[in-house]
């Protein structure tokens, strides 16, 4: 409680902080999976970074986009 004002709850912020630590716990396993894959002898290096392994997912739909206003604004430029 807000020792200044009784109705002002100032820890309601922080009612999900088990999930904040979880996701961080998760993230430190998945950095630590993938240097460990990295230092791997056996390992073939692929362009997804280490924060790739956290972030992961299917971008192809922004990249799309990307490139599509990129050619609207290379068409709009050379007008």
Request: aromatic share 8%.
């Amino acid at each position: 409680m807000d020792p200044n004002r009784l109705d002002n709850d100032i820890s309601q912020g922080s009612s999900n902080i088990a999930i904040v630590f979880q996701a961080f716990r998760d993230a430190s396993f998945s950095i630590q999976k993938a240097m460990k894959l990295a230092r791997s002898e056996t390992h073939t290096f692929r362009s997804q970074s280490l924060l790739g392994s956290i972030l992961g997912g299917n971008y192809a739909s922004f990249e799309d986009q990307r490139d599509k206003l990129q050619q609207l604004h290379d068409t709009a430029r050379s007008h």
